[in-house]
T-cell receptor, first 116, second 109 residues
Framework: ETGVTQTPRHLVMGMTNKKSLKCEQH?????MYWYKQSAKKPLELMFV???????ENNSVPSRFSPECPNSSHLFLHLHTLQPEDSALYLC???????????????FGPGTRLTVL | AQRVTQPEKLLSVFKGAPVELKCNYS??????LFWYVQYSRQRLQLLLR??SRESIKGFTADLNKGETSFHLKKPFAQEEDSAMYYC???????????FGAGTRLAVHP
């Protein structure tokens, strides 16, 4: 499959569960991102990884734990979530350009998360 | 602080009418501005960016630094333009985007 893929597409979990979201990009990019999209707020950047190193944590609670084992894969580990964490979680990737313009970000289809 | 404001949640027009989706930003440096679009049941995708100065699907957007605006325009709307449109800002050289709340464009026949 081409582009950016995310699994699972839908996830329902209880507040005491531990689950992980997976993102994979097939575009040869070296930057990956997690965003949260909820009904009440604009699309919120959560984490940025450049060349597998985390370069941005947008004050995200520690119950969200990202992992980037290589430039093609990004995970979001979830534990002890709250109902207000229910949202669409989007992954994106792009080329990381040194000192230049911001490159186009390509988005996955998202994982719809419901926390009961 | 970096911020993007899209004042309209919904813009409803008839086919063939002109469209202008408003976007204002707050940024102290040299911004890069983007418009992303999400059609029904499709993923978010780039529509255009100001440095390209292109017209995509008949849409154009001009960066106005004096008014800190990057409004999206199309002279004649089509039904297939119905979608959610997001304006986004990036600081020059930074790999992160700040999104506005989005405007839903509904084009009626």
């Amino acid at each position: 499959e081409t582009g950016v893929t995310q699994t699972p597409r839908h996830l329902v979990m209880g507040m005491t569960n531990k689950k992980s979201l997976k993102c994979e990009q097939h575009l040869g990019h070296n930057a990956m991102y997690w965003y949260k999209q909820s009904a009440k707020k604009p699309l919120e950047l959560m984490f940025v990884y450049n060349f597998k190193e985390q370069t941005e944590n947008n004050s995200v609670p520690s119950r969200f734990s990202p992992e980037c084992p290589n430039s093609s894969h990004l995970f979001l580990h979830l534990h002890t979530l709250q109902p207000e964490d229910s949202a669409l979680y989007l992954c994106a990737s792009s080329q990381a350009l040194a000192g230049g313009s911001t490159d186009t970000q390509y988005f996955g289809p998202g994982t719809r998360l419901t926390v009961l | 602080a970096q911020r993007v404001t899209q004042p309209e949640k919904l813009l409803s027009v008839f086919k063939g009418a002109p469209v202008e989706l408003k976007c204002n930003y707050s940024y102290s440096g040299s911004p890069e501005l983007f418009w992303y679009v999400q059609y029904s049941r499709q993923r978010l995708q780039l529509l255009l960016r100001h440095i390209s100065r292109e017209s995509i699907k008949g849409f154009t957007a001009d960066l106005n630094k004096g008014e800190t605006s990057f409004h999206l325009k199309k002279p004649f709307a089509q039904e297939e333009d119905s979608a959610m449109y997001y304006c986004a800002l990036s600081g020059h050289g930074y790999n992160k985007l700040i999104f506005g709340a989005g405007t839903r464009l509904a084009v009626h026949p």
